[in-house]
């Protein structure tokens, strides 16, 4: 795997958006970052198109997004926001531009079949806080390891969290790339050219979800399961999970932990409570990257680094 060269003063952050429209308005704290970074932010008068919730038809969204892919002077792609809109678009793009002029993929949610295409040609991508959420909706250290891992050339990170009774773990270790992102939107892969079954390398999964129903929960993390998505991986890591609701009237009857420990097989390490998601705690991953794990019966420890 290859990592996109570091920012460093002058460089160039394209502002995409492949999903939900958003008020240019809401990016002026994330482009008053930009600045005070030294970057360039990049963006046009189409950032802020409309057809229904998307920014833009997907013919639109499309062009400015293969544009800024292709583009050998833009050193990041930093998508605006989520919502919905990019599993419309992700198959008919072209990666051998930047496959040769390698850049930062930076976003999560919605985003997440980006970073794995960016990962499939061979180049390390970014989960990380979306830019309408930079600087001010995120946390100190997030923004610390945002800047660490966009601007250095060699570093090594390593994340701690420890079990808490309402998280599924499982004791354990693994080596392995670095693949995840939103279980919705994992889902959606399956049986795509981006199938976690088409890579060669054994993984670390991870995912992270929000607003959805329990048994919803249950069902997309089954079909993960029964697509063969937990047999390709050394362990399973489970982020923020947030604005979860139930059926007040026929409850689903399981907890979080239990839909995880039943929909997963019963030899998958497992650590709940990996600091990412849709909180303000959502610490940047390097997808596609090595990594290493380490689950122990009170904590767990994931390491990635570059150089």
């Given at each position: 795997m290859e990592?996109?060269?570091?920012?460093?003063?002058?460089?160039k952050?394209?502002?995409?958006a492949?999903?939900?429209?958003?008020?240019?308005?809401?990016?002026?704290?994330?482009?008053?970052f930009?600045?005070?970074?030294?970057?360039y932010?990049v963006?046009?008068?189409?950032?802020?198109a409309?057809?229904?919730?998307?920014?833009?038809?997907?013919r639109?969204r499309?062009a400015?997004?293969?544009?800024?892919?292709?583009?050998?002077?833009?050193a990041?792609v930093?998508?605006?926001?989520?919502?919905?809109?990019?599993?419309?678009?992700?198959?008919?793009?072209?990666?051998?531009?930047?496959?040769?002029?390698?850049?930062w993929?930076?976003?999560?949610?919605d985003?997440t079949?980006?970073?794995?295409?960016a990962?499939k040609?061979?180049?390390?991508?970014?989960?990380?806080p979306?830019?309408?959420?930079?600087?001010?909706?995120?946390?100190?250290?997030?923004?610390?390891y945002l800047?660490?891992?966009l601007?250095s050339?060699?570093?090594e990170?390593?994340?701690?969290?420890?079990?808490?009774?309402?998280?599924?773990?499982?004791?354990g270790?693994?080596?392995g790339?670095?693949?995840?992102?939103?279980?919705?939107l994992?889902?959606?892969?399956?049986?795509?050219?981006?199938?976690?079954?088409?890579?060669d390398?054994?993984?670390?999964?991870f995912?992270?979800?929000?607003g959805?129903?329990n048994?919803?929960?249950?069902?997309?993390?089954w079909?993960?399961?029964?697509?063969?998505?937990?047999?390709?991986?050394?362990?399973?890591?489970?982020?923020?999970?947030?604005?979860?609701?139930?059926?007040?009237?026929a409850?689903f009857?399981?907890?979080?932990?239990e839909?995880?420990?039943?929909?997963?097989p019963?030899h998958l390490?497992?650590?709940?409570?990996l600091?990412?998601?849709?909180?303000a705690?959502?610490?940047p991953?390097?997808?596609?990257?090595?990594?290493?794990?380490?689950?122990?019966?009170?904590?767990?420890?994931?390491?990635?680094?570059r150089?």
């Open positions: 990592w996109p060269p570091p920012l460093h003063n002058g460089s952050i394209a502002l995409i492949p999903a939900r429209w958003v008020e240019t308005e809401a990016l002026h704290p994330f482009i008053e930009v600045q005070q970074q030294g970057w932010p963006y046009t008068e189409g950032l802020s409309r057809e229904g919730v998307l920014a833009g038809d997907d639109h499309l400015f997004l293969q544009k800024a892919l292709n583009d050998p002077t833009i990041a930093w998508f605006v926001r989520g919502g919905y809109g990019t599993s419309r678009l992700w198959r008919y793009l072209s990666w051998e531009l930047f496959k040769r002029y390698p850049k993929l930076i976003g999560f949610s985003i079949p980006l970073l794995w295409g990962a040609v061979g180049i390390v991508s970014l989960h990380a979306v830019a309408v959420q930079v600087p001010h909706r995120v946390s100190a250290d997030t923004l610390g800047l660490k891992i601007t050339e060699r570093f990170v390593t994340l701690s969290w420890s079990w808490q009774p309402w998280y599924a773990w499982r004791a270790s693994a080596l790339k670095l693949l995840g992102g939103n279980l919705s994992l889902e959606t892969l399956c049986g795509t050219s981006l199938d976690i079954k088409g890579w390398e054994q993984s670390i999964l995912w992270e979800e929000v959805e129903y048994y919803r929960i249950d069902r997309l993390s079909h993960l399961n029964n697509a063969g998505w937990y047999d390709r991986a050394e362990a399973l890591l489970i982020g923020g999970v947030t604005g979860i609701q139930d059926d007040e009237d409850p009857g399981r907890t979080l932990r839909i995880v420990w039943e929909s997963t019963s390490p497992i650590a709940m409570g600091p990412i998601g849709h909180v705690r959502n610490l991953l390097p997808v596609g990257a090595q990594a290493s794990l380490i689950i122990e019966e009170k904590q767990a420890q994931l390491r990635f680094w150089g």
